[in-house]
């Protein structure tokens, strides 16, 4: 089984900056489409960005702009960085494999965005 562990989320104020960061333990990991999906309590997990194995970025429209997705196949780990933070923003973030647009492997813990107003 291949675990994900993500980091670098905190609470910060409007308009303010984040990197996320998400390492597998597997180079497995590194040959698929690498994706952050984020959850807010009560609403369903949604995909907010995506790359493919050579880097080409997808983005949900929310996101659109304003955050950057970038893989480092060689050390297993997808980034997110993160501007102009919103307080719709807040939510947990996690980062999965995707195979015909699904999610594959078992979630890890996530990471807290926190936006404060």
């Known amino acids: 089984q291949v675990q994900l562990v993500e980091s670098g989320g905190g609470l910060v104020q409007a308009g303010g900056s984040l990197r996320l960061s998400c390492v597998a333990s597997d180079p497995i990991f590194s040959i698929y489409v690498m994706g952050w999906y984020r959850q807010a309590p009560g609403k369903q997990r949604e995909l907010v960005a995506s790359?493919?194995?050579?880097?080409?970025?997808n983005y949900a429209d929310s996101v659109k702009g304003r955050f950057t997705i970038s893989r480092d196949n060689a050390r297993n780990t997808v980034y997110l960085q993160m501007n102009r933070l919103r307080p719709e923003d807040t939510a947990v973030y996690y980062c999965?494999?995707?195979?015909?647009?699904?999610?594959?492997?078992?979630w890890g813990q996530g990471t807290q965005v926190t936006v404060s107003s």
């Open positions: 790359a493919t194995v050579g880097g080409s970025p």
């Open positions: 999965n494999s995707i195979r015909r647009g699904t999610p594959y492997y078992n």
